[in-house]
């Protein structure tokens, strides 16, 4: 089993900059390929990024490429979302993911239980 907790969440204005964390337990964290996804009310859940078990391969969304950036640090367990020049649209609940490496959450076995971006005009 692996446990993943989000935080960096919060309220900012619009053109400002979150960077999210997803700090990792359990199994060794650099088994998995990590990903982002976003959540926003009354939306399906959707794809934001996805790197690779070493780092080596990163893909990320068409709404996110040039703004979010994913990395991650398997030494600390932890997979960050550096997300800059933050619009109304990103506002939702974001989650942390581990399993297979994909753009689909149905290849993903792990969850956290997100942490709210809130982005304000």
């Known amino acids: 089993q692996v446990q993943l907790q989000e935080s960096g969440g919060g309220l900012v204005q619009a053109g400002g900059s979150l960077r999210l964390s997803c700090a990792a337990s359990g199994r060794t964290f650099s088994s998995y390929a990590m990903a982002w996804f976003r959540q926003a009310t009354g939306k399906e859940r959707e794809f934001v990024a996805v790197i690779s078990r070493s780092g080596g391969i990163k893909k990320h969304a068409d709404s996110a490429t040039g703004r979010f950036t994913i990395s991650r640090d398997n030494a600390k367990n932890t997979v960050y979302l550096e997300m800059n020049n933050l619009k109304p649209e990103d506002t939702a609940v974001y989650y942390c993911?581990?399993?297979?490496?994909?753009?689909?959450?149905?290849?993903?076995?792990?969850w956290g239980q997100g942490t709210q971006v809130t982005v304000s005009s």
């Open positions: 993911t581990a399993g297979s490496y994909s753009r689909s959450p149905s290849t993903y076995d792990y």
